[in-house]
């Protein structure tokens, strides 16, 4: 059974910074492209940042770029989305995602595997 589990996530003030983790497991996701979303309270969930397989290309959300930064560990089947500079505006429950693709995927209809998502709440 493939699961992916998010963790990191919890209240921070405006300015502070977050590192969200997201372990895969029940398959390897190493040739996979890996992706992570959020949804605030009524609104569509939407991109924020993608992996390709790799780790060499990068796709990010014009309102989270050069504040927010992906990564991934191959050998732990695991990837990484750290925040910096949050603003209030970041408050949304976020979910890591995986795709049969093997880059960087910005469409959430392009991703295959999703998890239970982690709030983060920012506060001014």
């Known amino acids: 059974q493939v699961q992916l589990v998010e963790s990191g996530g919890g209240s921070v003030q405006a300015g502070g910074s977050l590192r969200l983790s997201c372990a895969a497991s029940g398959r390897t996701f190493s040739r996979n492209g890996m992706g992570w979303f959020r949804q605030a309270p009524g609104k569509e969930r939407e991109f924020v940042a993608a992996i390709s397989w790799s780790g060499t290309n990068t796709n990010y959300a014009d309102s989270v770029k050069g504040r927010f930064t992906i990564s991934r560990d191959n050998a732990k089947n695991t990837v990484y989305l750290q925040m910096n500079s949050l603003k209030p505006e970041d408050t949304a429950v976020y979910y890591c995602?995986?795709?049969?693709?093997?880059?960087?995927?910005?469409?959430?209809?392009?991703?295959?595997?999703w998890g239970q998502g982690t709030q983060v709440t920012v506060s001014s």
């Open positions: 995602a995986a795709t049969f693709r093997s880059w960087d995927a910005a469409l959430k209809d392009e991703y295959n595997y």
